[in-house]
């Protein structure tokens, strides 16, 4: 069974950029048919789809993130990173990454997740 965990540091500063590692164990980032997405979810507010990396290694954007936000994986290592860009605090939230058979995931109902990491943007 696919597990997904990720890491990174807890706190940013404002303008740094946020940089997080999803590794995925039970499972190959290159297995056909799968994406692999970053959701986040601001203090009281819903599931924000970010983006996401096909298993051809395509990639993926809310328009709303695409200019601040980069998808990247190493294959060798299994993981895949999230960069973003000229943080706010309006960018502190529960990150997750996920594994799904389409590449907006917005529902914890499908797909795999990791537990989920706190990032918390402020000086």
């Known amino acids: 069974q696919v597990q997904l965990q990720e890491s990174g540091p807890g706190l940013v500063k404002p303008s740094q950029t946020l940089s997080l590692t999803c590794t995925v164990s039970?499972?190959?980032?290159?297995?056909?048919?799968?994406?692999f997405i970053w959701i986040r979810q601001p203090p009281g507010k819903g599931l924000e789809w970010m983006g996401a990396i096909a298993s051809s290694g395509s990639t993926y954007y809310s328009p709303s993130l695409k200019s601040r936000t980069s998808i990247s994986r190493d294959t060798f290592k299994n993981q895949f990173t999230l960069q973003l860009s000229s943080v706010t605090p309006e960018d502190t939230a529960v990150y997750y990454c996920?594994?799904?058979?389409?590449?907006?995931?917005?529902?914890?109902?499908?797909?795999?997740w990791g537990q989920g990491t706190q990032v918390t943007v402020s000086s």
């Open positions: 996920a594994r799904g058979q389409t590449k907006v995931l917005v529902s914890k109902k499908f797909g795999s």
């Open positions: 039970g499972g190959s980032i290159t297995t056909n048919n799968y994406y």
